[in-house]
């Protein structure tokens, strides 16, 4: 086994030894409290391993496979639960109910292969991990019956860049590869990927084009499949690599088979993926907005400008409120311009332009040229962008004080925006209203498009010892009726899971299902990759 110099929590966002500070979470104790009307709010302390009990391991490696696995508790306990709200609450409780059976830690697409051909003669459920960073139960061994036991295949020995092709601007890299690793090898190129997730410093590669997640640019390459160039997989019937390729239009795309597949078909063991030049000129603003409606239309009419901000995230009045970026008296729209080519005053003072037409409040000196990103850490964006950066542990907070906390992502047409907006936060209140009394929901676009957004709510209420999940339950199902019962997806970049399966097998054509499990009988015809995600493996 190779040794690690910092070890991520079992429990919680991040590292050993991170997270919010006594002070700053007693701050936030005394803030949530006086908003939503509380008394007071006492936080939790969150688990030991020594509070931890985990069921005995059902089955062992095999000597082939000892060598680079291990069942030592920690292991087992880090690979149990994902992030979301659901895994924090049980994790907070000590409830560690579906552990791995043993995680195995390859360094080579050998090992892999010899994971996966023992998992299959064995009928053990094999569970690929990059960071662990899930929110939608993607990552639980939750397999059901009909398995002899469970693995997680963590990938995290296997986070190289292989190759960089300086010409043509790309990278062979292999899927563990965390965010902060992968940008590190490329920097010395004078390159970046540039896709950069909420989850970031704990998430992979391989993680990002198995969820087909969100990353940085809120216009234009906002997904991760705007950069797979190829791709390498490792299924349990053998190799699969596509054709390293700038375009093609040769039939159906086997990348897209695998980008978003959540690892019910394989292992994403590597790809070739788009890079660009570092940025080295940057402009940012945060506009004001009384009525939330000219801020929406302002980041429409942006957004179909041709423009592509790398940034155009519109905060409502209480998502400005609740991420510190404002008092609450305006919506914020927060847009940013990169560039590793030119300067960008233009452009600014026509996203500019663009916002004063809509009665945005454009501060003055609006649009100047930076050679840092020293714009997007001061005022309101800056602010924003340190409560995004550290969302993760804020988080955990709400959760040791006791609190009910979800957020739900989608994405929708301009022109049915209007009654959808209104009908989401309809159904969402009234759950939040029915279930805790009340509670706070606010609004930001996570990403915009021309044909339209992708908002994205926070939903924070008060939660009652030892009932929050029933209340969680109740509000996420009542958000998620609303997605989908109004025309919007039920999920835009937070994949699908096992949590969002109810409204997924809703959204996707029934025939589209047979389609794709006819695809994982065909790649893995002992069904032991990730069951029950996507959809119902047939063994």
């Not at 701050?27 to 391993?49: C, F, I, M, V």
């Not at 997806?489 to 959204?507: A, C, K, L, M, N």
Request: contains cysteine; hydrophobic residues 40%.
């Amino acid at each position: 086994m190779k040794a690690r110099v910092r070890r991520r929590k079992f429990w919680g966002w991040g590292y050993e030894g991170e997270g919010l500070t006594a002070e700053e979470l007693e701050q936030l104790a005394r803030s949530l409290a006086e908003r939503l009307g509380l008394s007071e709010l006492k936080a939790a302390q969150p688990p030991t391993l020594e509070e931890i009990r985990l069921r005995a391991p059902r089955v062992t490696p095999p000597r082939t496979l000892a060598g680079f696995c291990s069942a030592e508790p920690w292991e087992r306990a880090e690979h149990t639960l994902g992030k979301s709200f659901r895994d924090l609450v049980r994790g907070l409780r000590r409830e560690y109910e579906n552990p791995p059976d043993f995680v195995a830690f390859p360094d080579s697409e050998e090992q892999v292969g010899m994971v996966l051909d023992w998992a299959a003669g064995s009928g053990v459920a094999a569970i690929p991990y990059g960071g662990g960073s899930s929110v939608a139960g993607g990552i639980e061994p939750d397999v059901g019956e009909g398995y002899a036991g469970a693995i997680s295949v963590d990938m995290r020995h296997m986070g190289r860049v292989l190759e960089v092709d300086s010409a043509s601007r790309a990278a062979l890299i292999e899927a563990g590869a965390l965010g902060p690793q992968l940008e590190d090898q490329l920097r010395p190129h004078g390159l970046t990927l540039r896709h950069f997730p909420q989850s970031f410093e704990v998430s992979s590669l391989g993680g990002w084009i198995a969820t087909r997640s969100g990353g940085h640019y809120a216009t234009l390459y906002t997904h991760i499949d705007e950069f797979v160039e190829g791709m390498r997989v490792l299924t349990p019937r053998g190799a699969l690599e596509t054709r390293r390729l700038p375009g093609d239009g040769a039939g159906v795309s086997a990348d897209r088979l695998f980008i978003g597949s959540e690892g019910i078909l394989g292992v994403i063991t590597r790809a070739w993926m788009r890079l660009q030049e570092r940025p080295r000129f940057r402009s940012s603003a945060s506009i004001g907005f009384e009525s939330f409606d000219d801020a929406w239309q302002a980041a429409r009419e942006i957004a179909q400008s041709g423009l592509y901000p790398a940034n155009c995230r519109l905060l409502d009045h209480a998502e400005a409120v609740f991420s510190g970026s404002g008092d609450g008296s305006r919506a914020i729209l927060i847009v940013t311009f990169e560039s590793a080519d030119h300067e960008l005053d233009a452009w600014m003072a026509r996203a500019g332009a663009i916002c004063r037409e809509h009665h945005g409040e454009v501060p003055e000196g609006t649009g100047g040229t930076r050679s840092d990103d020293s714009a997007a850490r001061e005022g309101a964006a800056g602010l924003w962008r340190s409560a995004f950066i550290r969302g993760g542990h804020f988080h955990d907070a709400f959760v040791r004080l006791g609190l009910v906390q979800e957020t739900f992502e989608t994405a929708i047409t301009w022109d049915r925006f209007p009654e959808f907006h209104a009908g989401v936060l309809e159904a969402t209140r009234g759950a939040l209203a029915e279930q805790c009394g009340g509670g706070l929901v606010s609004c930001r676009f996570a990403y915009v498009y021309p044909d339209g957004p992708a908002p994205y709510y926070t939903v924070v209420a008060p939660g009652r010892p030892g009932s929050e999940l029933e209340q969680w339950a109740a509000i996420k199902d009542a958000a998620s009726e609303a997605l989908i019962r109004l025309g919007g997806t039920i999920t835009h970049h937070h994949s699908v899971g096992r949590y969002h399966r109810p409204w997924y097998d809703r959204q996707r054509p029934d025939l589209f299902a047979q389609a794709l499990q006819a695809a994982k009988r065909e790649l893995d015809p002992a069904a032991i990759m990730n069951p029950g995600v996507l959809i119902d493996p047939r063994r």
